[in-house]
């Protein structure tokens, strides 16, 4: 069981340091490793278990969050171009 599913993509793409923080920080971490945005039954798939999730754009539908039974928190995580 992992604590936080990172559904954003690009998390972490320039450097490893937010991991490396979460993980000593003891959480157990689970990434979506397939580059793109994943679909509702991916996010479902992957965050069943998780009681946090650092979202990107997916779409967190009522039908999405039915299906998350520990989800206790949402984090968007947004990249802010200067």
Not at 4 to 15: C, E, W
Not at 44 to 70: F, H, M, R, W
Request: charged content about 20%; aromatic content about 8%; overall charge negative.
């Amino acid at each position: 069981m992992h604590n936080i599913f990172i559904a954003t993509s690009t998390f972490a793409v320039h450097s490893n340091e937010p991991i490396i923080k979460l993980e000593d920080g003891g959480e157990a971490i689970a990434l979506n490793s397939s580059f793109r945005k994943v679909t509702s039954e991916e996010l479902i798939k992957y965050a069943y278990d998780s009681t946090g999730i650092i979202a990107g754009t997916e779409l967190y539908t009522k039908e999405v969050l039915e299906q998350l039974p520990n989800l206790i928190k949402i984090h968007l995580s947004l990249l802010r171009f200067i």
